[in-house]
């Protein structure tokens, strides 16, 4: 399976903190992505990174990609109320999409 | 349509009874996926189509859950004779199926069985 396994299982911050979170896996992969879920509905994807890649940005996130040590991070900088949600990694090779019990990040304004 | 398209949005329906929940995926968009979500809870595999085919079906929790799809479009997950622990939100996800690209997701099915 290339199901990813996110940690903290939750995490509260201040307004105005930066967030991290982190996604280990097992398998190789060809690339990882993150997903965002808000009030129990769909999955919206935020940044995909590629397995040759180290670092990519966009916008307040930044994520990291070891292949090494088959582990990847979500940095969410200047957290606001609306980036409370859950977040979910999807580490991807040529199978079906699976996903781990993700990390709840509550952003108190 | 635009997006991944799930009916109904909301089912209440009593224990015993079938259920069907239909998933329109985005018009070209050879990869589906269903997930179950039970409340606080991760994502649960259910079954993954590629074409009208379901290489991966191994996720369906029991012989009461079956999915098919047809015309490489519309699926739809029909669960028979509903229990309670069958409540959950069942979302559907689709991709363009050339290779791992990103999923997208419908608002999923709210299913609630008394």
């Known amino acids: 399976s290339q199901q990813g396994e996110e940690d903290p299982q939750a995490l509260s911050i201040q307004e105005g903190e930066n967030a991290t979170m982190n996604c280990s896996y097992k398998?190789?992969?060809?690339?990882l992505q993150w997903y965002r879920q808000n009030s129990g509905r769909g999955l919206v994807h935020l940044i995909l990174?590629?397995?040759?890649?180290r670092e990519k940005h966009s916008g307040r996130l930044r994520v990291t990609l070891d292949t090494s040590k088959k582990s990847s991070s979500l940095l969410i900088t200047a957290s606001r109320a609306a980036d409370t949600a859950s977040y979910f990694c999807?580490?991807?090779?040529?199978?079906?999409?699976?996903f781990g019990t993700g990390t709840k990040l509550q952003v108190i304004p | 349509g635009a997006g991944v398209s799930q009916s109904p949005s909301n089912k209440v329906t009593e224990k015993g009874k079938d259920v069907e929940l239909r998933c329109d995926p985005i018009?070209?968009?050879?990869?589906l996926y269903w997930y179950r979500q039970r409340l606080g809870q991760g994502l649960e595999f259910l079954i993954y189509?590629?074409?009208?085919?379901?290489?991966?079906k191994s996720g369906l929790p029991s012989d009461r859950f079956s999915a098919e799809r047809t015309g490489e479009s519309v699926s739809t997950l029909t669960i028979q004779r509903t229990q309670q622990e069958d409540s959950a939100v069942y979302l559907c996800?689709?991709?363009?199926?050339?290779?791992?690209?990103?999923?997208?997701f419908g608002q999923g099915t709210r299913l609630t069985v008394v």
């Open positions: 996800a689709s991709s363009d199926g050339q290779g791992p690209t990103e999923a997208f």
């Open positions: 398998t190789s992969i060809n690339n």
């Open positions: 990174i590629r397995s040759n890649e």
């Open positions: 999807a580490p991807r090779g040529y199978q079906k999409v699976t």
């Open positions: 018009s070209g968009h050879t990869a």
């Open positions: 189509f590629q074409g009208n085919s379901a290489p991966d």
